[in-house]
């Protein structure tokens, strides 16, 4: 089975504090890619990342960075020196090797206070 | 380019009306996609459209029905829809590889009176 779970519901921080958006999938395949997709409020989803399953390579862009662990099954994605533009609901998702089909995690609503 | 385009923005129907939502990509991608979302929940997968064929269909009701006229193009058509169908529904286009990422347009906030 496979599953993609953002605990975190909301986080609300002020501007220019770091955030840690969390994601923990499951997978039985050992060949599989995940995403981070941000949704503003006006509905488009915007792609950020992909990551494959044997690239555990972290990588930044900018003031984005993503952590990839297959150890622990997580794939955080950290924001540092927040802007209120970065206020958006994100989306850790999951595909399969051959899978046309996304697997969502439940999005985690993030609000950067002036 | 990665644009995917929707149209309209907003569309709100009766029960018994007939409508189409449009999309449209120009990034030479052979898979096609639509998505329904509710409000605070993830997209939810419709149809998928693979080389202009039918591939993937979630058991969706059959007042919803896709069409593919091209490559580049993809519709979904509305009738007798339900007040509970009112949703955001997306559009996505990629390769057809599994590899590959789906790019998604501005949807379309649909609400049926």
């Known amino acids: 089975a496979q599953k993609v779970t953002q605990a975190q519901t909301e986080i609300s921080v002020v501007e220019k504090e770091d955030v840690t958006l969390d994601c923990v999938y499951e997978t039985r395949d050992t060949t599989y890619y995940l995403f981070w997709y941000k949704q503003p409020p006006s509905g488009e989803l915007v792609f950020l990342i992909r990551?494959?399953?044997?690239?555990?390579q972290n990588e930044i862009s900018g003031r984005y960075s993503w952590n990839f662990q297959k150890s622990t099954s997580s794939f955080n994605f950290t924001i540092t020196a927040s802007q209120v533009v970065d206020s958006a609901v994100y989306f850790c998702?999951?595909?399969?090797?051959?899978?046309?089909?996304?697997?969502f995690g439940q999005g985690t609503r993030l609000t950067i206070n002036p | 380019d990665t644009e995917v385009t929707q149209t309209p923005k907003h569309l709100v129907m009766g029960m018994t009306n007939k409508k189409s939502l449009k999309c449209e990509q120009h990034?030479?991608?052979?898979?096609m996609y639509w998505y329904k979302q509710k409000a605070k929940k993830p997209p939810e997968l419709m149809f998928v459209?693979?080389?202009?064929?039918?591939?993937i269909n979630e058991s969706v009701p059959s007042r919803f029905s896709p069409e593919c006229p091209n490559s580049s193009l993809l519709n979904l058509h509305l009738h007798a829809l339900q007040p509970e169908d009112s949703a955001l529904y997306l559009c996505?286009?990629?390769?057809?590889?599994?590899?590959?990422?789906?790019?998604f347009g501005p949807g379309t906030r649909l609400t049926v009176l």
């Open positions: 990551r494959n399953s044997f690239d555990e």
């Open positions: 459209y693979s080389y202009e064929k039918l591939s």
């Open positions: 990034m030479g991608h052979r898979a």
């Open positions: 998702a999951l595909r399969h090797q051959g899978a046309q089909k996304l697997v």
């Open positions: 996505a286009s990629s390769q057809v590889y599994s590899t590959d990422t789906q790019y």
